[in-house]
């Protein structure tokens, strides 16, 4: 008997949220596109809004009608991880999915 291909599940109303997923591993992977091919609303938390506007750019036209979106977040700094929390409770929507994908670097000193 054949294997069959997995599918991606229906995630039609979910809301997934994507450190890294601007540039690098996290783009590369597609994981943020994939999310949003399968229904998902996603939103980039992202350091550097013009490379997150690029990236939600590259993804609305892979998959036109998405519903992706960058917020700002700088994992660096805890009051901005609080500000991005805060920001997301106030637009009052349960995040389903929570990727914890980005990387901090800190120079050798």
Do not use: C, W, Y
């Amino acid at each position: 008997m054949a294997k069959s291909a997995p599918t991606d599940p229906d995630l039609t109303g979910k809301l997934a949220v994507v450190t890294g997923g601007s540039d690098g591993i996290g783009f590369g992977f597609r994981l943020a596109g994939r999310l949003v091919a399968a229904g998902a609303e996603v939103i980039l938390p992202v350091r550097n809004l013009a490379k997150g506007g690029d990236a939600v750019g590259r993804i609305k036209a892979a998959q036109p009608g998405s519903r992706v979106s960058t917020r700002e977040l700088d994992l660096s700094s805890l009051d901005s991880v609080e500000a991005l929390a805060a920001t997301l409770i106030a637009e009052g929507r349960p995040v389903h999915f929570l990727v914890n994908n980005a990387g901090i670097m800190e120079a050798a000193g």
